[in-house]
């Protein structure tokens, strides 16, 4: 039947499918007729329209006020992750926060931590930080898009950049912790280091603090590690490899949820 | 064309600084909408605690995502409210999936009731226009069909489930919610 001829039986699917009132076979069906006819999508995305008013007209209640204290832990987890940045830069800081930060890289941090203990220079200090490091463990276990975790450090041990990856939405995210900054005729590109086989390019990071890059879901099987090398301005073809020295290299650890 | 009205810009302002990191302004929208998406997700779940969770939920989502919201096109009550919902109806899944073999039908019986007291004039200069024009249609329906429309949208809830939580015949739930629907339409027609 051509469903677009009948307009009141069009609009009595479309109404009922926005409610969520068709199942199975015949919510199936409306959907195939909509993707085929434009006057069937047309109908179904007026009425999807209409309800969606249904979420707004619903009475206010108060809420308790233990909410938003809940929220601002979990926010305050971001806020310590710029608040570890600054300390970075503070030289007294510099052991006790990478100290705390140890756990992220798994075996590859053991020898850092060791001599970073050495560093560490206040208790108070240390405490601080181990604060931080749980808020930022919970919000890591809050957050289950992140799929990868990468804290990539120089040839001091010194973390210098932290990547998570967020596999539903393909993204790649790069935060700079360290106070390295490239030339202004310089790039730093992201490399994807397989097990078996040549560095593959993940992409070119921008100046700015924190980076995005489309990422293929794919694009991270096998691969152990991550490099970030200094190329010419705009980076360099994937084929070839990286052309500049390596300045920071670390694991990526698979995060299980 | 009709000018936005001032807390639409406002509350963009904020959605547009949280998209920057910025947390106080995650407080401002906080204060803002929360009772309005608690009082949603409350309608959805029926419980309290569950729908503080989903207000949790719902708000570190907004934190996360603020920077897609003006692809989304829509009016940030909307895209809120949307995310609310669909935070709400997670745990509301989860929630029936865990008491599955409990049979838990009290918790059903008192879940409705909190919907159907929902009656009074809209109380939020918050809402979309759409939203309001939807709100002024729904209160020149029958009360049973305004909480057939209701429970169907909120919870998910088929005619079948709907019949029996309502304890009304199948038919007639079908023809009052085709019904309801189609004096929607007409009437918001004339808001458009």
């Known amino acids: 039947m051509d469903l677009h001829r009948h307009p009141q039986l069009l609009d009595q699917l479309a109404a009922a499918h926005a409610l969520g009132l068709l199942r199975g076979g015949a919510r199936r069906r409306f959907e195939a007729l909509a993707q085929q006819h434009a006057a069937v999508r047309a109908a179904a995305l007026d009425w999807q329209h209409r309800v969606a008013g249904l979420n707004e007209v619903q ?39 990478w100290n705390s930060l140890g756990w992220w890289r798994g075996a590859a941090g053991a020898g850092a931590v060791a001599t970073a203990a050495v560093l560490v220079t206040t208790l108070a200090l240390n405490q601080r930080m181990d604060t931080q490091i749980d808020d930022l463990r919970a919000s890591l276990q809050k957050q289950p898009q992140v799929g990868y975790v990468a804290v990539l450090s120089d040839e001091q041990s010194r973390a210098s950049m932290l990547i998570t990856v967020d596999p539903r939405r393909g993204q790649l995210v790069l935060q700079r912790v360290g106070d390295y900054r490239e030339a202004a005729d310089k790039s730093l590109q992201l490399w994807a280091l397989p097990a078996d086989g040549a560095p593959r390019s993940l992409g070119v990071l921008t100046r700015n603090g924190q980076a995005k890059l489309p990422l293929d879901a794919n694009a991270l099987q096998a691969v152990p590690a991550l490099a970030i090398s200094l190329e010419p301005l705009g980076g360099v073809p994937s084929a070839g490899g990286p052309t500049g020295p390596v300045l920071f290299k670390g694991a990526l650890i698979h995060k299980t949820t | 064309m009709p000018t936005p009205h001032p807390p639409d810009a406002e509350l963009r302002t904020l959605i547009d600084r949280i998209a920057a990191r910025d947390t106080t302004a995650m407080k401002a929208l906080y204060d803002r909408v929360a009772r309005k998406l608690y009082g949603l997700a409350l309608r959805v779940l029926g419980n309290a605690q569950w729908a503080e969770d989903a207000l949790q939920d719902a708000m570190l989502q907004v934190w996360r995502t603020a920077g897609d919201y003006r692809a989304s096109l829509s009016p940030p009550m909307a895209w809120l409210s949307l995310i609310a919902r669909s935070r709400a109806l997670d745990q509301l899944r989860r929630r029936r999936a865990e008491r599955e073999h409990l049979r838990d039908d009290i918790d059903d019986a008192r879940a409705v009731e909190l919907v159907s007291d929902e009656a009074g004039p809209l109380d939020s200069s918050l809402a979309s226009q759409q939203a309001k024009a939807l709100h002024q249609c729904l209160m020149r329906l029958e009360a049973r069909q305004r909480e057939l429309i209701n429970l169907a949208y909120l919870r998910e809830l088929s005619h079948s489930e709907l019949a029996q939580q309502l304890k009304m015949p199948l038919g007639t739930v079908k023809s009052l919610v085709r019904r309801g629907m189609e004096q929607l339409r007409i009437c918001m027609a004339r808001f458009a």
Do not use: C, F, K, Y
């Open chain 1, 59 to 97: 009475p206010e209640t108060d809420v308790p006020a233990a909410v938003w204290t809940r929220i601002d832990n979990m926010l305050s987890a971001e806020r310590d992750q710029h608040a570890m940045t600054a300390a970075r830069s503070a030289p007294a800081a510099r052991g006790g926060w």
